[in-house]
Structure formats: structure tokens, C-alpha cells
């Protein structure tokens, strides 16, 4: 019997990174509801006091990107001085430019069945049947318990929590199977004046027990504000920026991540929208009961319609060879820039929604990468 361990991390809404990629969200949110055709390609970072906007938009309407910022960050909760970094006060440097003409020369007008991918890069897609949403149980885990968090504060049940915060879980697995939870860590966020005894009573009352539940045992360790206390936090005691938790919106690290990140990031980007197909067509594979576990890699070439590689992992698990399995995969998605723009309706103010507790597994309406509706369709395809 082979045991082994497995670790996953997530972090709260106020994590410097996530702050980060929830405005460049937020931003292009606003403009793709204005302007379908709009091009964005967001980067923010984030300090003390300060956020500056880079990166590249080209569009015909126009947003106030300082109200956005402002309004992000104060539905995240940093809304008093105390914090250091309050969105009623905080600095906003604009830098953003346009798209670059010879980018938009290989991509064509959004929609057209001649769009063209809007940049290089492999993009990897992966479902297993550890958890009812069709992935790994660490990730989902550790995604579960920031949300958990970010709700107790928001709900005032711990009315003395700030908004950043990570969690990090640890299973023990058989036979590739999880078993138990070998230990938890929580950091978070509090005012002063909150004694790590309450902290770790009201963390494991309210926040491990009701998320973790029958994974936990006698054995199970528990690690919360392990140096003692978290009162400065968020942009104040570290930077963040857009696109640095890519593995957290992922799957974690036991699945390769794609060349690029996913925030502030229009849907002819391949690096995002290719990796939403291909997390699309290996969620359908497993429920579709062709594989326990199914890794999906695309690769594409700026300006090209086609992918430049469909590939196929089940891992020795499937019922079926892989190379029948992307045969069909081939004929029953279309895996064009295009196609999947319009398969997925990606042209929606939908991605601030994204931005927090993962990519992928959230079963949301607006998450149609989400959707099995393949499944069927891919075994008559076989």
C-alpha cells in the first residue's frame, strides 16, 4: 500500500496577488461589457498606499479605471486608514498604452472564423475524479477554506479579521487515493488585541471543522498565525501583482501550469481562454467516464486559427487509447480562437468572478467551462 503526502495552498481575497488580480479583472470586466471588440492585456501592481495600471488596451469606450481601482478595493474590505492601504485614499498610476499594430494584425475582428490566436503559448487543462467538482482535493480544499474565511469576516461572525490570509492543506494519500488530512495552516489577518488563544479556538471552531470534517482525526496538526500574530498585511506588508498565483488558480503543483496567466487578460488571449477549453474538454473526458484523471495540453502560434497541438493524457486510467480519445475530442470541440470564444461566451463582463478561489472547479453559471454537456457526444464520437 503506497502513502504519500500531498500540499495545496489557496489565498483570501486580501492577498497583495489577489488584490492585484481583481482589479485588472474588474478592469477588463468594465470595458468587454462596453466593447466586445475591445483588446486588454491589464497588469497591476500593488504597495503601500499606491496601485499602478499597465499593460496594453485598445477600445472605443472609455472607464475610469481610479474608480474601478478604488471600488475594488474597498469591496475586498480595505476600507479604513489603520490598514495602510484604504481605497478611499490610496494613489493611482495609469500607465496603460495601446495594443501594439502588429499584434492586432494576426488576430482579425473578434467573432471571425479567421481570428487568430492572440499570442504563443501551450495551455494545459486537467479533471479527476477525487471530488464531486471533478478536481484534485487539495486545491478545492484549501480554495474552500479562504472562502470560508472571507465570509466569517464579511458576515462579522469574527468581526476582528482583516482581509489577507492563506490556507495551506496537507493530505495523506493511499494507493493515490486521499485519505486523511495529515495538517492545516491558516494565516490570517486580525486588529490587535486578539490573543492567538482565541484566534486558534474561533479558526478551528468556525472555519477547519465545518470545511474539513471527516478528513480530520486525532492526528491531524493544525498550524494558525504560526509566528504568533498577523496584524500588518495585505499591499502594506507585501507587494502584489497580477498573475503571481498561478498554480492557486490552477489545480495546485501537481499539474503542470500553461505559459501564461490568466488575469487582465481579454478571451483572445489563448493563455486564458485556451486554458478554460482545455479544462472544458478534460472535465468532459472524465465525466464522460473515459479516464479517472485526464491532462489536456493545447499549444497555439500567434495569428493562427488551428492549434498547433491537441494532446491527451490519461495517465494509464482510461478505457479507451488516448489517441481515439483525441480523435474525438477533435471532432466534437472546436478549438479555434474563435470557436471558443463562442462555445465558452466568453465575451461577458464575467472575470472579476474568477479571480479569487480559482479558475477552475467553481460550478457557477458564468463558469460555462465548467459544463459536461460533452460528455455523451465525445463516446459516440469514439
Known amino acids: 500500500m503506497k502513502k504519500y503526502l500531498f500540499t495545496s495552498e489557496s489565498v483570501a ?3 497583495p496577488d489577489k488584490v492585484a488580480d481583481q482589479i485588472a479583472d474588474a478592469i477588463l470586466d468594465s470595458i468587454i461589457k462596453k466593447d466586445k471588440q475591445a483588446r486588454v492585456a491589464c497588469e497591476v501592481f500593488v504597495s503601500r498606499g499606491y496601485v499602478i495600471i499597465g499593460g496594453e488596451i485598445t477600445t472605443n469606450t472609455w472607464v475610469d479605471i481610479n474608480e474601478i481601482v478604488r471600488k475594488v478595493i474597498l469591496d475586498i474590505g480595505y476600507n479604513k486608514p489603520e490598514y495602510g492601504f484604504d481605497g478611499n485614499t490610496v494613489a493611482v498610476l495609469n500607465t496603460i498604452s495601446k495594443q501594439s499594430p502588429d499584434i492586432a494584425l494576426g488576430i482579425r475582428k473578434t467573432g471571425s472564423k479567421k481570428q487568430g490566436a492572440g499570442d ?3 495551455m494545459v487543462g486537467y479533471a479527476c475524479n477525487e471530488t464531486l467538482e471533478l478536481m484534485p482535493l487539495p486545491i478545492m480544499m484549501a480554495h474552500k477554506l479562504v472562502k470560508k474565511l472571507a ?7 469574527l468581526s476582528y479579521l482583516r482581509p489577507d490570509g492563506k490556507s495551506q ?7 493515490n487515493k486521499p ?7 491558516i494565516a490570517v489577518q486580525h486588529d490587535p488585541g486578539v490573543s492567538l488563544e482565541k484566534l486558534k479556538k474561533d479558526i478551528i471552531d468556525n472555519l477547519i471543522k465545518p470545511v474539513c470534517g471527516k478528513y480530520l482525526d486525532k492526528k491531524t496538526r493544525f498550524f494558525i498565525n504560526n509566528t504568533g500574530k498577523f496584524i500588518i498585511g495585505g499591499p502594506v506588508a507585501d507587494t502584489g501583482m497580477t498573475g503571481r498565483k498561478t498554480a492557486v488558480d490552477s489545480y495546485g503543483i501537481g499539474v503542470p501550469v500553461g505559459g501564461g496567466s490568466f488575469s487582465g487578460k481579454d478571451p483572445t488571449k489563448v493563455d486564458r481562454s485556451g486554458a478554460y477549453m482545455a479544462r472544458y474538454v478534460a472535465k468532459n473526458i472524465v465525466a464522460a467516464g473515459l479516464a479517472e484523471k485526464c491532462l489536456v495540453r493545447l499549444a497555439y502560434v500567434i495569428g493562427g486559427c488551428e492549434p498547433t497541438e491537441v494532446s491527451i493524457e490519461t495517465f494509464g486510467a482510461s478505457k479507451v487509447s488516448e489517441e481515439k480519445i483525441a480523435g474525438a475530442v477533435l471532432k466534437v470541440f472546436d478549438l479555434t480562437p474563435a470557436g471558443i470564444i463562442k462555445e465558452l461566451n466568453l465575451l461577458r463582463p464575467i ?17 460555462t467551462w465548467e459544463k459536461t454537456d460533452r460528455a455523451e457526444r465525445l463516446l459516440k464520437a469514439l
Open 169 to 175: 492543506v496537507t493530505f495523506e494519500y493511499e494507493d
Open 179 to 185: 485519505k486523511r488530512l495529515n495538517n492545516v495552516v
Open 351 to 367: 472575470y472579476r468572478e474568477t479571480a479569487c478561489f480559482g479558475h477552475f472547479g467553481q460550478n457557477k453559471p458564468n463558469f
Open 120 to 122: 504563443q503559448g501551450s
Open 151 to 157: 465570509q466569517l469576516r464579511k458576515n462579522r461572525v
Open 13 to 15: 481575497p486580501g492577498h
